[in-house]
């Protein structure tokens, strides 16, 4: 089968069982797809503002909502669409295009949390020294690798993926995935499971990290009074969304690969788009609850604009 040729298409069959309340599921995918956004962009907006939030931390959690947003985007808007179509279809470079961001956003999101672990590990455990370790410049720096770490893995994967000659069309999820479509390979996909094995490395040598972090933090929180408050009010936000992302991930490749093909096809769908879609709209809840400075910002800043309209 061509792959490059304009018109070939993957059908996705993940909403095959859905064949009744459909607008009910658009409406309530929009509605949450659209707070989604508004959310995570007010907390962006109100972070880059505010110069009193330009500390380390926010920084961080920013990135994170970004990339929330990113996720989401790669996946919302032909799954609303597709609730509204009675075929489920999506071109080959869109395929790969979603392919592309959904991988983006999670290689990115495991990467801003290993980050975010390792600031957690030095305003604790070295908190006299760490204005002094975490300089805006290692802070833009720590960011910037972030997101290009993840663009160089995503974009070799992409190339890798792109070079397959496919021998059908069908895949058995809500969106495109890396996975599914280098099923769909006639070719050899040795070099594709080389790089998903190098990758699988990657993530264990970052979960690595974040473990002997979070193995120093709480030795230090034993001790010290001061950091329990602070393992409390900005650990356990990081180890709620770090679980939360890994568990649902791990899950979704889990079955992915070794699951029945057979399987309900309504456990694959949640398992499939858990860590995308939970992730971006917890996360402003999640951090917006503990950290009592982001809401004092955030408030006072919209109540002054809405004081400046009226």
């Known amino acids: 089968m061509e792959n490059s040729s304009a018109e070939f298409t993957f059908v996705l069959h993940g909403l095959n069982d859905t064949r009744t309340n459909k607008q009910i599921y658009f409406g309530f995918g929009l509605v949450v797809y659209t707070v989604t956004v508004l959310v995570n962009s007010a907390l962006v907006i109100t972070i880059i503002l505010d110069k009193t939030l330009h500390e380390p931390m926010y920084l961080f959690i920013c990135n994170l909502f970004v990339n929330g947003m990113c996720g989401a985007s790669a996946f919302y808007p032909k799954i609303l669409y597709d609730l509204l179509s009675d075929i489920r279809v999506i071109s080959y470079t869109a395929c ?6 959904i ?3 999670t290689l990115c999101e495991f990467t801003c949390l290993t980050v975010m672990a390792y600031d957690r590990y030095v305003a604790i455990c070295k908190p006299l020294e760490y204005f002094t370790i975490m300089t805006h410049q290692k802070v833009m720096k720590l960011l910037a690798f972030s997101w290009l770490m993840s663009f160089l893995q995503t974009s070799i994967g992409a190339v890798l993926t792109a070079r397959l000659v496919l021998c059908g069309n069908d895949i058995d999820k809500l969106y495109c ?5 280098v ?7 040795i070099l594709n499971n080389v790089y998903g094995y190098f990758l699988i490395l990657s993530h264990v040598s970052q979960a ?7 193995i120093h933090i709480i030795r230090a929180c034993l001790w010290s009074k001061t950091g329990r ?3 409390m009010q900005t650990c356990i936000p990081h180890l709620i969304t770090l679980m939360n992302f890994s568990v649902s991930l791990i899950f979704d490749v889990m079955y992915s690969r070794y699951g029945k093909s057979q399987g309900l096809q309504a456990l694959r769908n949640i398992l499939g788009m858990e860590y995308l879609v939970a992730p971006a709209l917890l996360n402003p809840i999640i951090y917006g609850i503990n950290l009592s400075k982001i809401q004092q910002r955030f408030v006072k800043m919209y109540n002054h604009r809405l004081k400046a309209v009226s």
């Open 96 to 101: 790969l295009i979603q392919i592309y961001f």
């Open 103 to 105: 991988v983006f956003y």
């Open 177 to 181: 995935s890396n996975w599914e479509v």
């Open 183 to 189: 099923k769909l390979s006639c070719t050899d996909v």
């Open 208 to 214: 690595v990290l974040i473990i002997v972090s979070y």
């Open 229 to 231: 408050v602070k393992f």
